[in-house]
T-cell receptor
Framework: GAVVSQHPSRVICKSGTSVKIECRSLDFQATTMFWYRQFPKQSLMLMATSNEGSKATYEQGVEKDKFLINHASLTLSTLTVTSAHPEDSSFYIC???????????FGPGTRLTVT | DQQVKQNSPSLSVQEGRISILNCDYTNSMFDYFLWYKKYPAEGPTFLISISSIKDKNEDGRFTVFLNKSAKHLSLHIVPSQPGDSAVYFCAASSDNYGQNFVFGPGTRLSVLP
């Protein structure tokens, strides 16, 4: 149980375009979803936390107008990278948590390459 | 300032021996800790957790020890297997952080056959 999927797994886009990444909890209701970014050989950096039906809470230094997060249902959250630039190229990972549980279950990640 | 530290970026262990991965934290408010395992180009997989009311939690080959006074936890894997080769992250949380987790930088474990 506790499966989280992400789509797409890899995406290449041109500079200036927008890219949407979907995160779905397949077998549980995710009251909270998290978006992380991982640079090569570095740890996971939390970008934002979203609770279903409310606005996302962004970590310091993360531009909310650039990284749009929507958590429209208990099983789906989306991250849209707007006006992407090469420096946005990274591995983006979502995770989901149900109710009052501590454990987060991670998706497989999305490799974004901006050319 | 790094609140969760994993001072060994890498560790090599012979198959069948014990792997010990260490994690230190600075924030005494942390009260729940998790270990995750991550293969390249995949999301992390939850391994084992421990709350601050315990000093040990065991699940199969994996045991996590918590020393609150030293603000130190460790993950023991015994016996180590080649499939255990991955990056291991420890993460800490407290209600003061809205149950969000702070991740350490990770330790790359290589289990040699």
């Amino acid at each position: 149980g506790a499966v989280v999927s992400q789509h797409p797994s890899r995406v290449i886009c041109k500079s200036g375009t927008s890219v949407k990444i979907e995160c779905r909890s397949l077998d549980f209701q995710a009251t909270t979803m998290f978006w992380y970014r991982q640079f090569p050989k570095q740890s996971l950096m939390l970008m934002a936390t979203s609770n279903e039906g409310s606005k996302a809470t962004y970590e310091q230094g993360v531009e909310k107008d650039k990284f749009l997060i929507n958590h429209a249902s208990l099983t789906l959250s989306t991250l849209t990278v707007t006006s992407a630039h090469p420096e946005d190229s990274s591995f983006y990972i979502c995770s989901a948590r149900s109710g009052g549980l501590y454990e987060q279950y991670f998706g497989p990640g999305t490799r974004l390459t901006v050319t | 300032d790094q609140q969760v530290k994993q001072n060994s970026p890498s560790l090599s262990v012979q198959e069948g021996r014990i792997s010990i991965l260490n994690c230190d934290y600075t924030n005494s408010m942390f009260d729940y800790f998790l270990w995750y395992k991550k293969y390249p180009a995949e999301g992390p997989t939850f391994l084992i957790s421990i709350s601050s009311i315990k000093d040990k939690n065991e699940d199969g080959r994996f045991t996590v020890f918590l020393n609150k006074s030293a603000k130190h936890l460790s993950l023991h894997i015994v016996p180590s297997q080649p499939g255990d080769s991955a990056v291991y992250f420890c993460a800490a949380s407290s209600d003061n952080y809205g149950q969000n987790f702070v991740f350490g930088p990770g330790t790359r474990l290589s289990v040699l056959p």
